[in-house]
């Protein structure tokens, strides 16, 4: 993996976003074309079999179940809000594959297929967006932080934890089970955050084994890409002093191979890597968004025709290498976990209202155990109401 050397762009924003770059430029990382053919990248290879991406497939199938029945509960009042990830399924299933055990995740509010790669129960996540819990998962259990709203500051949080471990020797020993890295996950819009570049600044100073990947969907809310940037995402990794790599997020062959790359880097204590993994989102930013009102149909019909879904399948299909048995059974177990969802997040218990004071501080100063005998009494006062 080699430092990407800035072009000389023009003071037009058409010439840097030109229809190449739409469509990802000539330097994007491609292993699998949306027509479902394989391709051979001189620096990043697919090193698993067709039962691999198989399973790949298996794993996008379910993570979009998991939007598309969250989406529907949110629409039915079930959810407060959704974050969604409809199309970016290739990008979040191969680079949450790419892990090792003792890696460590630093995921944003949208990482549901990173956290379905890590073991999380989705019925965590929709616990975090029904308002019931603020996480209910336990980051030690499978090393994914929990979900961060503040965008941006997972980055320095990832960083900091990098740093950690380097200090504690889990780094550039040789030890396949004992070397560690971390990766942090965000997207265009967050790349513009003051949190994000203090990262890469000392990512770059202490040479912390960090990944920092960006979906780049194209859309921070409603400011398109060309609003954000002057060049391509990945190129300012050259500014900071280490390497930067653009792959086709709707490929999650390639995604896991630059990823799985960048990631044994850092484990080899070679530093950070900026991977922007160029993707589309497909829905709205969450289910509060309307996206009608500032992108064009055209726009969304093109990327259909990317579906990172449908490309494995093409593949799958056109070599004989998975019947109709196989895709129905993945759609068997796609609707059994539809129905443990939706189930499941119904039968989510509130939360007690006192549980609040619980987790705030480790000793509890005055003025908060007034507060919670206050708050004590006032719930007393609806119990005597109903005695």
Avoid at 23 to 35: I, M
Avoid at 198 to 204: G, K, L, P, V
Wanted: charged share 25%.
């Amino acid at each position: 993996m080699q430092v990407t050397h800035q072009s000389e762009f023009g003071p037009d924003l058409a010439e840097v976003f030109g229809p190449s770059q739409q469509d990802g430029g000539p330097e994007l990382v491609q292993l699998l074309t949306p027509e479902g053919e394989r391709r051979e990248h001189p620096e990043f290879a697919f090193d698993l079999d067709d039962e691999a991406i198989k399973g790949f497939y298996r794993d996008m199938v379910l993570t979009r179940r998991i939007d598309t029945e969250a989406t529907a509960l949110q629409r039915h009042g079930e959810l407060g809000i959704w974050a969604q990830l409809l199309g970016q399924e290739a990008a979040q299933i191969g680079a949450g594959r790419a892990l090792r055990p003792q890696d460590y995740v630093f995921p944003t509010y949208r990482e549901h297929g990173v956290a379905y790669c890590r073991g999380v129960d989705p019925l965590n996540l929709l616990g975090l967006f029904r308002g019931v819990d603020h996480g209910a998962w336990n980051p030690n259990d499978n090393n994914f932080g929990l979900y961060t709203i503040v965008i941006g500051a997972q980055t320095l949080h990832a960083t900091g934890y990098a740093m950690g471990i380097q200090r504690d020797g889990a780094v550039g020993t040789g030890d396949p089970d004992r070397d560690a890295a971390v990766i942090a996950h965000f997207g265009d819009g967050a790349s513009s955050q003051g949190d994000v570049n203090e990262a890469f600044i000392f990512a770059a100073s202490y040479n912390a084994p960090v990944v920092f990947f960006c979906q780049n969907n194209q859309w921070a809310i409603s400011e398109p890409i060309e609003r954000q940037t002057r060049i391509p995402l990945y190129q300012r990794a050259l500014g900071f002093g280490f390497p930067g790599v653009r792959v086709d997020g709707n490929d999650v062959l390639a995604t896991y191979a630059v990823t799985k790359a960048a990631l044994q880097r850092a484990r080899d204590g070679q530093g950070p890597t900026f991977v922007e993994a160029y993707t589309y989102r497909m829905g709205a930013h969450t289910t509060t968004d309307d996206p009608t009102r500032y992108r064009l149909s055209d726009d969304v019909e093109h990327w259909k025709l990317k579906d990172p879904i449908a490309r494995v399948k093409a593949y799958l299909t056109r070599n004989g290498l998975a019947d109709d048995a196989f895709f129905g059974a993945v759609e068997d177990e796609a609707n059994e976990l539809g129905h443990h969802l939706r189930e499941g997040c119904k039968a989510l218990p509130d939360p007690k209202p006192m549980d609040m004071f619980a987790h705030v501080y480790a000793e509890e100063p005055e003025e908060l155990r007034i507060q919670r005998e206050g708050f004590a009494a006032y719930l007393e006062t609806f119990e005597e109401s109903h005695a």
